[in-house]
């Protein structure tokens, strides 16, 4: 069974259609990217498949449970870090843990075992201001985790970064995963970062978006740091530019 099913949605906003039709799957711990140009529709669809925006058309599918519609199902990063600046990381990692009614002891208790996971042991009590980027992208990251623990909707959340530190956290990431078992769908306009991460990428192009498109990436993960520089990685990206 596939972990998240999006069958035949589409959307509409003052008459005029967003997106046509979509149709993708992700598997248990699978990362899958939607790549296209900006004003694609791709945010659009993450609003639907987190419940945040009902579609005109069409459903999502949960381990195989309709959740068309119902926000807090599925957990949903944007692209800035949005970490409270007044909040402790701990309680700022905890903060899904508290919106379900679990009490501050609680969900410290829940969280904090997972500092050392994620990377962000010794951080507990600081606050976001006294972090790197690199390190708030994982606070944020931890935070999406514990929001639904398997399935999360990552929507550009490294595009801040400089390059040094994305690669980095590229590779965190990808560990991270597989030791948690997280699914994960990517939206990104970084075909190189597309590449790097994804077992599939879906093509999410034109206007209304539709899905023109899935490739998918048969090297193995962690894929080696000079992947990038290989003559397969340059035919998937001629691939992807020709079809975009």
């Not at 199902?73 to 970490?83: A, C, E, F, N, T």
């Not at 398997?150 to 801040?160: G, I, K, W």
Request: glycine share 8%; charged share 25%; aromatic share 6%.
């Amino acid at each position: 069974m596939e972990k998240l099913e999006v069958r035949h949605v589409s959307k509409s906003f003052d008459g005029r259609r967003v997106l046509e039709d979509i149709s993708i799957t992700l598997r248990a711990g699978e990362l899958v990217c939607l790549l296209g140009a900006s004003g694609g529709g791709k945010t659009t669809l993450f609003n639907i498949i987190s419940g945040l925006s009902k579609p005109e058309e069409g459903e999502v599918l949960l381990d195989g449970a309709d959740v068309t519609g119902r926000p807090g199902s599925i957990s949903y990063m944007l692209q800035k870090d949005l970490l409270l600046p007044y909040r402790t990381i701990q309680d700022n990692v905890a903060l899904p843990l508290l919106l379900r009614g679990q009490n501050k002891r609680q969900a410290r208790e829940k969280a904090v075992p997972l500092f050392a996971a994620f990377g962000l042991e010794g951080t507990e009590k600081k606050y976001p201001a006294q972090l790197s980027g690199g390190m708030r992208q994982r606070a944020a990251l931890l935070r999406t985790y514990l929001f639904s623990e398997n399935v999360a909707l990552l929507d550009e959340p490294f595009s801040a970064l400089d390059p040094l530190t994305k690669s980095a956290i590229h590779r965190w990431y990808l560990e991270i995963m597989e030791r948690i078992r997280l699914s994960t769908l990517f939206i990104t306009h970084d075909i190189d970062e597309a590449i790097l991460l994804s077992d599939r990428i879906y093509l999410l192009t034109g206007r209304p978006g539709r899905i023109t498109g899935e490739i998918v990436i048969r090297q193995p993960k962690p894929r080696r740091q000079d992947f990038h520089l290989t003559g397969e990685f340059l035919a998937y990206k001629k691939e992807i530019l020709s079809r975009l």
